[in-house]
């Protein structure tokens, strides 16, 4: 599946997960980039300790790896609260949650990653948690079904999404602060490997960790992703050292292109251009071609895509753009009822 890709912005297993969590910043001053987001959370922090109160609910939304985790711990290291995390998809009955509810302190926060996997009867059971902290449980059924009123301790919900569209309205509503996560800029990239490849002890020459942030589309855990790799290379063909040819040889090994492009990408953006003329086609359809989940393509495939502007997503479907076509070497067609000559963009061109 396409989630084992290098450049992938999910966490691959656990190994990888336990590399990242040592790389993790703690504190919003060590969080490179998100300097609107960060501000933000410092007043709402800042404010909440003055007057000893919880935060307000807070909602994380943005493409996998730019930081919700990270900021959810953040948050809670500088509140110096406890924080409990899980995930929607884990959530499953509302049992689940009564076991995590029940068991938080004044102040402590539930991370809840994937909030738009809750199921409805689970979410339903949490919008008066959000709102009044009580939560209604019914036991048994039938003639001796009871419903018993249970008093929480004041918390904040912290939930992270890769799909805000795909939050209900009544669940969006009662969170107090909602706070998007952009790509991140070439240079915060190269702070963020700057400051993991100092954790790591690892020795770079000048310029070299400039690359390995050109291709990492925007996004932490892919930069440290590949600083990862590009040190297993460095140790086992050379001195350890991080040279430019190290860190060329290393990214081409992983089949990853100057703009950050893996194969999984190249194969997205062939599929529009080859088959369906360079589109407009709809996802399912591509995901059909590609023999790959519509969920992973627009999750993990898509938003770089449309970042760069490689990728268009209109009403009728998604279309290629002239830029992906010069980048690949392809033959570039305008979306079909707009009837326009073909240009052809040679591979030498580039
Ligand atoms: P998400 O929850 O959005 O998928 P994470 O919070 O797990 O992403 O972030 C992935 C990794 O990227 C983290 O382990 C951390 O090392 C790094 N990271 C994320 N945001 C930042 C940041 N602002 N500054 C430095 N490193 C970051």
């Given at each position: 599946?396409?989630?084992?890709?290098?450049?992938?912005?999910?966490?691959?297993?656990?190994?990888?997960?336990?590399?990242?969590?040592?790389?993790?910043?703690?504190?919003?001053?060590?969080?490179?980039?998100?300097?609107?987001?960060?501000?933000?959370?410092?007043?709402?922090i800042?404010?909440?300790?003055?007057?000893?109160?919880?935060?307000?609910?807070?909602?994380?939304?943005?493409?996998?790896?730019?930081?919700?985790?990270?900021?959810?711990?953040?948050?809670?290291?500088?509140?110096?609260?406890?924080?409990?995390?899980?995930?929607?998809?884990?959530?499953?009955?509302?049992?689940?949650?009564?076991?995590?509810?029940?068991?938080i302190?004044?102040g402590?926060?539930?991370?809840?990653?994937?909030?738009?996997?809750?199921?409805?009867?689970?979410e339903?059971?949490?919008?008066p948690?959000?709102?009044?902290?009580?939560?209604d449980?019914?036991?048994?059924?039938?003639?001796?079904?009871?419903?018993?009123?249970?008093?929480?301790?004041?918390?904040?919900?912290?939930?992270?999404?890769?799909?805000?569209?795909?939050?209900?309205?009544?669940?969006?509503?009662?969170?107090?602060?909602?706070?998007?996560?952009?790509?991140?800029?070439?240079?915060?990239?190269?702070?963020?490997?700057?400051?993991?490849?100092?954790?790591?002890?690892?020795?770079?020459?000048?310029?070299?960790?400039?690359?390995?942030?050109?291709?990492?589309?925007?996004?932490?855990?892919?930069?440290?992703?590949?600083?990862?790799?590009?040190?297993?290379?460095?140790?086992?063909?050379?001195?350890?050292?991080?040279?430019?040819?190290?860190?060329?040889?290393?990214?081409?090994m992983?089949?990853?292109?100057?703009?950050?492009?893996?194969?999984?990408?190249?194969?997205?953006?062939?599929?529009?251009?080859?088959?369906?003329?360079?589109?407009?086609?709809?996802?399912?359809?591509?995901?059909?071609?590609?023999?790959?989940?519509?969920?992973?393509?627009?999750?993990?495939?898509?938003?770089?895509?449309?970042?760069?502007?490689?990728?268009?997503?209109?009403?009728?479907?998604?279309?290629?753009?002239?830029?992906?076509?010069?980048?690949?070497?392809?033959?570039?067609?305008?979306?079909?009822?707009?009837?326009?000559?073909?240009?052809?963009?040679?591979?030498?061109?580039?």
């Amino acid at each position: 599946m396409a989630i084992d890709r290098v450049i992938s912005g999910q966490p691959l297993n656990e190994v990888e997960e336990s590399f990242n969590i040592s790389l993790r910043p703690k504190s919003l001053d060590e969080c490179v980039g998100q300097c609107s987001v960060k501000d933000k959370l410092s007043i709402a922090i800042a404010a909440a300790r003055q007057r000893s109160e919880p935060l307000e609910h807070i909602l994380f939304h943005g493409p996998p790896g730019l930081g919700k985790t990270t900021l959810a711990n953040v948050v809670a290291n500088e509140m110096g609260a406890n924080i409990r995390c899980s995930s929607g998809p884990a959530m499953a009955k509302a049992g689940d949650v009564m076991g995590l509810l029940s068991n938080i302190n004044t102040g402590d926060i539930l991370f809840i990653d994937e909030i738009h996997r809750l199921s409805t009867p689970v979410e339903e059971f949490i919008y008066p948690a959000m709102e009044d902290f009580r939560v209604d449980f019914t036991v048994d059924s039938g003639l001796h079904a009871k419903t018993i009123n249970f008093p929480l301790k004041r918390f904040t919900l912290i939930g992270a999404t890769t799909r805000a569209g795909l939050l209900s309205a009544p669940l969006r509503s009662r969170f107090g602060m909602l706070y998007h996560l952009d790509f991140y800029s070439a240079e915060e990239l190269t702070a963020i490997l700057v400051r993991s490849a100092e954790l790591l002890q690892l020795h770079c020459e000048d310029g070299t960790l400039e690359l390995i942030a050109d291709r990492s589309r925007g996004t932490p855990r892919v930069a440290n992703r590949l600083l990862k790799r590009v040190r297993d290379y460095a140790q086992v063909k050379g001195s350890g050292l991080l040279s430019t040819a190290i860190v060329e040889n290393a990214l081409a090994m992983e089949q990853i292109d100057t703009l950050g492009l893996d194969e999984m990408d190249r194969a997205f953006l062939r599929a529009l251009v080859n088959v369906y003329d360079g589109g407009p086609a709809g996802i399912d359809a591509i995901a059909a071609t590609l023999g790959e989940e519509r969920d992973t393509l627009e999750d993990v495939v898509e938003p770089y895509l449309l970042q760069t502007g490689f990728l268009r997503r209109t009403r009728r479907g998604r279309e290629v753009t002239k830029a992906a076509c010069k980048h690949l070497g392809l033959k570039f067609h305008k979306a079909k009822d707009t009837a326009a000559q073909p240009e052809l963009f040679e591979q030498d061109q580039q």
